[in-house]
């Protein structure tokens, strides 16, 4: 089956420096790539949604220039957290859409300090 | 403006009855819906979905029913395993023709089979 190998698993960083969350198609080829963030007991909140090779749509609220979406190639998506602060500590999964439909990543466990 | 809601945020059900977890919507273009089983520190995993040409989907102990005129949908699992035991998202998507739609979810719902 398809299967979207996420990177770190989870990562504690100091307040002010940037994370890179890389999300990777094993698979399949994801022509659109989902970045959704769950904090604890809550729903997973889609933050943006993008097309290889083109610009990341991003959800109301979402800031575009903090968390920076790549998705350069079919197989590769990364999501960039700027200038981490506290706030931002959470849980973000990615979700590729191909051929096998939705393939949800492991996620990824922020934490900022 | 929630949009899918999961208005149980728990269950507790006796190994061997039956689960039953609902969830409701409010926009008509939503047409297809799926269920995700989420234990904690993962990413969801796929159980069942359903389109909106369909009112029932069933694989092994997963059903899923739709009523659309109600806007309601509900997973019954049968018989409940303690390793049913997770939280399960619904969410729904209205797709379109030439990619994927993003997913709505709903908040979830605690399921605990117990012995």
């Known amino acids: 089956g398809a299967v979207v190998s996420q990177h770190p698993s989870w990562v504690i960083c100091k307040s002010g420096t940037s994370v890179k969350i890389e999300c990777r198609s094993l698979?399949?080829?994801?022509?659109?790539m989902f970045w959704y963030r769950q904090f604890p007991k809550q729903s997973l909140m889609l933050m943006a949604t993008?097309?290889?090779?083109?610009?990341?749509?991003?959800e109301q609220g979402v800031e575009k220039d903090k968390f920076l979406i790549n998705h350069a190639s079919l197989t590769l998506s990364t999501l960039t957290v700027t200038s981490a602060h506290p706030e931002d500590s959470s849980f973000y999964i990615c979700?590729?859409?191909?051929?096998?439909?939705?393939?949800f990543g492991s996620g990824t466990r922020l934490t900022v300090v | 403006d929630q949009q899918v809601k999961q208005n149980s945020p728990s269950l507790s059900v006796q190994e061997g009855r039956i689960s039953i977890l609902n969830c409701d919507y409010t926009?008509?273009?939503?047409?297809?819906f799926l269920w995700y089983k989420k234990y904690p520190a993962e990413g969801p995993t796929f159980l069942i979905s359903i389109s909106s040409i369909k009112d029932k989907n069933e694989d092994g102990r997963f059903t899923v029913f739709l009523n659309k005129s109600a806007k309601h949908l509900s997973l019954h699992i049968v018989p409940s395993q303690p390793g049913d035991s997770a939280v399960y998202f619904c969410a729904a998507s209205a797709a379109f023709s030439g990619g994927y739609n993003k997913l709505i979810f709903g908040a979830g719902t605690r399921l605990a089979v117990h012995p």
């Open positions: 926009n008509s273009m939503f047409d297809y």
């Open positions: 698979d399949f080829q994801a022509t659109t």
């Open positions: 993008s097309n290889e090779g083109s610009k990341a749509t991003y």
């Open positions: 979700s590729g859409g191909g051929n096998y439909g939705y393939t």
